[in-house]
């Protein structure tokens, strides 16, 4: 039988024209390359213009290399970056810095062939494979290079064959070509998103009134009169009753019966709804204190004293309320202080001085609109000896114990203690905390305040989230500010610290009286060394004040019956008062440059005017039995004409200032008064000119 040949066809490929070479480019003998020149750069160039503004650089510049070197590291990363670290309390900078800069991100879809997802799909292919038929492949498929390449070598090996071969090859092809091919079936790929949505339509519930009808409540209308006959045998009949009522006798209530009224107290209090009657109460409880204190509210408000103008440039002070709960009945007042915005409100610091007598202490907080009872009270375990309101947040009270802890109390807040509290594990004092007092806030806006202690520490306290920080500004020693214990290798006796006070408009200058009576000039630049010292009193000095206006005088006085009026520039009082006492408060007044009052352990107030009277008080005036009770502190409202005075036991009374105390200067005819603080600092300078050089006296 003749063998079937097939025919292949062939692609002549056209031929692809050379370019001609021109003669300039050479041909290497060596590796048959081709060489230029070196010209050309310049083909097709004839004249090469050069730029005006080119730089013009030497052949030595031209020849000097300039190396650059390429970093991996990443121009925009930060170089300072810090990290809190939760073991060492403090932010600490991050030595290593990522240089790596994700310029694009993509997440993969391929899966390990070991894991459990990959093996489930390869089992799930196996199977739709052996289900698929096997098709015939069609006669267009191109055939694989091997199976090609056999083809042509038969092809070339065979011989031409006879006529009948050709035509029974032809018979058979045409038959193959008239075979009816199926159509290969795709299979289809499971979609692993495949679901399906349903809704589902409901019948709206139909409306249904409801109603009731009521008869109205029988009314019937009563008429009586009164007389006081009527009226005294009705309370006779009442006090009969209660004396019936105390005659009988008391019966015995056996333990599971207290047990169960205990059980159910707390159900009672629950279920009562005096929360939410809470404020309408409080002002019922105003209205009703305002009636009762009426004469009291028109005195505050309207009575000036008419015999100020019969007297001599003197004045008095007129008791108005008087504050006293029952609870610190045996506790003294150690420290007052007014809210700087609600200007009714003030808060009243109680406790003992006594080291024999520490019992448990209260801080309350009154208004001059109820004063009966404290608009918010706190009791505590260690007596409270000073507080203060912060200037911005009028709702918080910075408190310092006699324990040696501070704390800070959220008017805002309905809890029985303090929102923030020092601990022996963050840096309490060893001794009674003496004063404090809020600052502004620092670098990083935390809220922070300072308090003075008995063991020489000066502190400054931030409040930082939940946590309260200190951090010793200075140490008090009887020789100076404690040095490094390297260089001063000798035993130390620390100094007491019993009061400061912040310059007005100098944050960084302050003043620190000791038990010793000296008083240093410090900065918080400059903690190593005081500033200048004053040897002011011969006992402790128990409170410091600058001038609400005039920046260089300051006040102080000490247990040793003395007042004195100080220029910081100076090393020697400017005046000096003996009150025969000892002086427990003294305070400088809003309104003028020149007054100022103190209280005394005799139970007296004085008001001093230097304006006025530079020798003798203006005003003095016992205002509680001096063999009963002591005063103890002072202070003077922001706004109104009255001060308040706290004494041993327990007691607030508030007192207002009568014309001749708050005198103004008189306008001269046709001229306005002149009021400002530049006016309060010139009568003050004015006054003290006097003292500086006695010589203007004399001319």
């Known amino acids: 039988m003749p063998s079937k040949q097939r025919t292949k066809p062939i692609n002549i490929v056209p031929p692809i024209p050379t370019a001609k070479i021109p003669k300039k480019y050479k041909k290497d003998d060596d590796d048959m390359t081709e060489v230029g020149d070196g010209d050309e750069w310049n083909l097709g160039k004839s004249n090469i213009t050069r730029p005006s503004d080119q730089l013009e650089l030497t052949d030595q510049e031209l020849k000097e290399e300039i190396t650059r070197v390429l970093t991996a590291n990443n121009p925009h990363a930060p170089l300072n970056s810090v990290r809190y670290s939760f073991k060492e309390r403090s932010y600490k900078p991050v030595s290593l810095i990522s240089q790596m800069a994700i310029h694009l991100s993509l ?41 090609a390449e056999k083809l042509d070598t038969e092809e070339d090996a065979e011989e031409p064959a006879d006529a009948k071969g050709t035509e029974e090859e032809e018979e058979e092809e045409e038959k193959e070509e008239k075979e009816i091919i199926k159509p290969r079936q795709e299979r289809k ?66 333990k599971k019966d207290a047990i169960s009224k205990k059980k159910l107290s707390p159900i009672e209090i629950t279920g009562d709804d005096i929360s939410r009657v809470g404020k309408v109460s409080k002002i019922v409880e105003r209205m009703v204190n305002q009636n009762s204190y009426d004469d009291i509210a028109q005195d505050f408000k309207y009575f000036e004293d008419p015999s100020d103008e019969f007297r001599d440039q003197e004045g008095t002070v007129l008791p108005l309320w008087k504050y006293f709960y029952d609870k610190v009945k045996k506790l003294s007042v150690c420290g007052m202080s007014w809210n700087p915005r609600y200007h009714d409100l003030f808060a009243v610091a109680h406790g003992s001085y006594d080291f024999m007598k520490q019992n448990n202490g209260m801080l309350l907080v009154h208004s001059l609109k109820n004063p009966i009872y404290p608009e918010y009270q706190y009791s505590t375990e260690s007596s409270i000896l000073c507080l203060d309101f912060h200037s911005s947040y009028p709702h918080l009270i910075a408190v ?31 001794d009674p905390v003496w004063q404090v007092r809020w600052l502004k806030d620092d670098l990083d806006n935390n809220i922070n305040f300072c308090s003075i202690s008995s063991d020489g520490r000066f502190v400054s306290w931030a409040l930082i989230k939940n946590e309260i920080i200190h951090t010793d500004i200075i140490k008090l020693t009887l020789d100076g500010i404690c040095k490094d214990a390297l260089e001063n290798l000798q035993l130390q006796i620390m100094g007491c610290g019993t009061s400061f006070d912040f310059h007005k408009k100098k944050p960084n200058l302050f003043l620190v009286g000791t038990e010793e009576g000296k008083i240093h000039k410090c900065s918080k630049a400059y903690s190593s060394e005081f500033l200048a010292t004053y040897d002011a009193h011969h006992m402790a000095v128990d409170a410091l004040n600058w001038n609400a206006f005039h920046p260089d005088i300051f006040i102080s006085c000490s247990s040793d019956w003395t ?13 000096t008062y003996d009150l025969n006492s000892p002086v427990g408060d003294v305070a ?22 230097l304006n006025v009277n530079k020798y003798e008080p203006i005003c003095e005036q016992a205002v509680v ?12 409202n922001p706004t109104y004409p009255i001060i308040m005075v706290g004494d041993e036991r ?11 105390l708050r005198k103004q200067p008189k306008a001269k005819k046709g001229q306005e008064v002149q009021k400002g603080p530049e006016v309060e600092i010139a009568k003050l300078d004015k006054l003290l000119a006097l003292v500086r050089d006695p010589d203007v006296k004399e001319n």
């Open 107 to 147: 997440d993969g879809n391929l899966l390990h062939k070991d894991s459990d997802e990959a093996k489930r799909q390869m089992s799930r292919w196996e199977l739709s494979e052996e289900e698929e038929p096997e098709f015939a492949s069609t006669p267009n498929e191109v055939l694989p290079s091997e199976s």
């Open 189 to 254: 790929i499971p979609n692993q998103f495949n679901f399906s949505e349903r809704a589902s339509q409901t019948f709206n519930n139909p409306m249904r009134e409801n109603g009731c009808q009521t008869e109205p409540p029988p009314r019937a209308s009563f008429s009586s009169t009164a007389n006081q006959w009527e009226i005294f045998d009705a309370y006779e009949e009442e006090l009969a009753r209660q004396m019936i009522m105390k005659e009988k006798p008391k019966t015995q209530t056996s």
């Open 400 to 430: 310092g114990f006699y324990d040696g802890n501070v704390a800070v109390y959220n008017l805002m807040e309905r809890t029985d203690g303090p929102t923030y509290k020092s601990t022996a594990y963050t840096g309490k004092h060893c």
């Open 563 to 575: 007042v004195k009026i100080w220029d910081h520039n100076l090393k020697n009082p400017m005046f």
């Open 588 to 609: 400088w007044s809003p309104y003028s440059s020149t007054v100022f009052a103190a209280v005394t352990t005799s139970g007296k107030v004085f008001v001093y005017d």
């Open 625 to 636: 039995n001096k063999k009963r009770n002591k005063l103890t502190h002072i202070a003077f």
């Open 650 to 660: 327990g007691g607030v009374i508030i007192l207002k200032l009568s014309p001749n």
